[in-house]
């Protein structure tokens, strides 16, 4: 008889709210969104990466990060993701400064701009700016997947069947 082993320890807090999915198989990898996270602050960028791994259902991978706009396009430009969420407020250089520069480095991304603040001249000026959407920090743990999902259409983010 073979023991089997211990479940995987998951943080007592956030598992509850953010509702663990099964980490994707290998025939998931086709479906996988590439992303890079770009905000000053890292515990939001930590955030984001958990929610997207934990709710995504193995559709979205946290590629890369960056805390300013300069260093976004660095990242941006290297990794070539399918998605970029974009902090509006950041040091150096913020995103709206960024936008088309990450734009320019990386045309066919989805750029999703975020902010702190519910405005709508700072959505306006996103979507004139070249932002493909603009989303509230406000409540990112339960509206970050199904609006990322909805963004970019259903059936492109349907994971293969196992078989």
Partial sequence: MTATPPPPVLDPVLD?????????????A???????VVDDA?????????????RGGGLWSVVGSA?????????????????VLLDI????????????????????????MLSAFPSSSAQAGALAAGADAYLEKDDLVGTLVPKLT????????????AG
């Fill in 16 to 28: 509850p709210v953010l509702d663990v999915v099964p980490a994707p198989g290998p025939d998931t």
């Fill in 30 to 36: 086709a479906a996988v969104r590439r992303v890079v």
């Fill in 42 to 54: 890292p515990d939001l960028r930590e955030l984001i990466t958990l929610v997207l791994g934990r």
């Fill in 67 to 83: 805390g300013d706009g300069i260093s976004a396009v660095e990242v941006v430009h290297e990794l070539h993701p399918d998605v």
């Fill in 89 to 112: 407020a950041m040091p150096v250089m913020d995103g709206l400064q960024a936008l088309p520069l990450v734009r320019r480095a990386c045309p066919e991304a989805t750029i999703v």
């Fill in 150 to 161: 909805a963004l970019l259409g259903a059936e492109g983010l349907t994971a293969p069947a």
